[in-house]
């Protein structure tokens, strides 16, 4: 069975950093892109960034420059790094992969940014 285990959310004051790690498990045959996405209070849930087996990414552009995507495939874990996090960042963040066959979901982590 495949599980995503999201960590590294929690309470950051506003202009603090997190690094949320998304760690996958169980057998899978390919993974192609690791995705992060948050859901903000009462809202729609939005797409962070992407990066491709190839290391290729792609971000939000309200993020670009305050977040970073990157992923180990040795270890099948994709991270979130966010710098100078606003009030505005609090969400639960999910990861997702999607696979040669289906995608997958984690269950989120929460993050709250303090003004």
């Known amino acids: 069975q495949v599980q995503l285990v999201e960590s590294g959310g929690g309470l950051v004051q506003a202009g603090g950093s997190l690094r949320l790690a998304c760690v996958v498990s169980?057998?899978?045959?390919?993974?192609?892109?690791m995705d992060w996405y948050r859901q903000p209070p009462g809202k729609q849930r939005e797409l962070v960034a992407y990066?491709?087996?190839?290391?290729?990414?792609n971000y939000a552009d309200s993020l670009k420059g305050r977040f970073t995507i990157s992923r180990d495939n040795a270890k099948n874990t994709v991270y979130l790094q966010m710098n100078s996090l606003k009030p505005e960042d609090t969400a639960v963040y999910y990861c997702?992969?999607?696979?040669?066959?289906?995608?997958?979901w984690g269950q989120g982590t929460q993050v709250t940014v303090s003004s």
């Open positions: 169980g057998t899978i045959f390919g993974i192609n892109t």
């Open positions: 997702r992969i999607q696979t040669t066959a289906t995608d997958y």
């Open positions: 990066i491709t087996r190839g290391g290729s990414t």
